[in-house]
């Protein structure tokens, strides 16, 4: 049983279903899904979701909003995601501080210019997804290689998002550690630098040292101990949060991935206030 006041959560893949299901009950607090990957299953898997809907919480973390798009906003994708969260009761849904179109779809997630008009652009968009959604949107902070048309930094463009949409950060602190790496930033600096107030949850994740001063953002690795660090520094500033293991390829065994979100609740008993730690 999870202590109260630690709340850990893992990454659902449908290739995990049957081993989930064998399982029995999985100690964690909750599953993350990409609703693009769930939205239109029916048959078999649509059951399997949904009966893991009714043990578990969900949260979602979405792949194709392409919320900093110059496209316009694809409305029909929004309006069948709330239908899709509201079906399986699920409150939080996240995206990626990012585009993935622009007169077609790009495959992948690109930076958003760090500029003030870059900065109006996406806000007015976020809240027109809450409005649709009746919920906050959640973004997250991308790892990126480049960073074209930057006017002002990556921390100032992130803060004035928030602030100006009124949405709230999925901090994702393995991608701080890859920035900070590749584009030479203080981690701890940024990490401080978040609102406390608006962080709904975190990421965890490994990646792949491509050389000493190149870091790509794999998801397929086990955590390193200076990302564990500043997870640490994370709970020692901002508190206690919802934690994530992203784990998407080279997906090992579940009890082997329990290994790892043990960890993390351990390290959030660490911080945590003696008189929660009651089971």
């Known amino acids: 049983m999870a202590l109260r006041g630690t709340n850990v959560g893992l ?4 290739e995990m279903l049957e081993e989930v299901q064998s399982f029995g009950a999985v100690p964690i607090d909750f599953w993350e899904v990409a609703p693009e990957n769930w939205m239109s299953l029916g048959g078999r898997y649509q059951k399997q979701f949904s009966g893991l809907a009714q043990q578990y919480p969900f949260k979602t973390h979405g792949l194709s909003l392409s919320i900093g798009s110059p496209d316009p906003l694809d409305i029909t994708f ?5 239908y899709f969260l509201d079906e399986y009761n699920i409150s939080t849904y996240s995206e990626h501080l990012s585009y993935c179109s622009a007169a077609g779809h790009l495959y992948d997630l690109m930076p958003m210019p760090f500029s003030q008009g870059a900065v109006q652009h996406v806000a007015d968009r976020i809240k027109q997804v809450q409005d649709i959604l ?3 949107l959640v973004l997250e ?7 074209p048309n930057a006017q ?3 921390q100032d463009f992130i803060l004035s998002v928030l602030e100006q949409a009124d949405c709230q950060l999925l901090l994702d602190v393995n991608n701080i550690y890859v920035n900070s790496v590749n584009h030479g930033y203080d981690a ?3 990490l401080n630098a978040m609102p406390t ?3 709904a949850y975190l990421h965890i994740a490994g990646h792949y040292n491509e050389a000493e001063d190149l870091i790509v953002d794999t998801h ?4 390193i101990e200076p990302v564990w660090d500043l997870l640490a520094l994370t709970y020692q500033t901002h508190g206690v949060l919802p934690t994530l293991l992203e784990r998407d390829f080279n997906i090992p065994p579940l009890p082997v991935l329990l290994q790892e979100v043990e960890r993390i609740r351990a390290l959030q008993l660490d911080y945590l206030p003696k008189q929660e730690q009651r089971a």
């Open 141 to 147: 902070n991308i790892s990126y290689y480049a960073a």
């Open 152 to 154: 002002i930094a990556e």
């Open 188 to 190: 701890r600096a940024f």
């Open 134 to 136: 009746q919920r906050p």
């Open 11 to 14: 990454g659902l893949r449908r």
């Open 220 to 223: 397929g690795a086990d955590v």
């Open 78 to 82: 929004v309006k069948a995601l709330r």
């Open 197 to 199: 107030s608006r962080i």
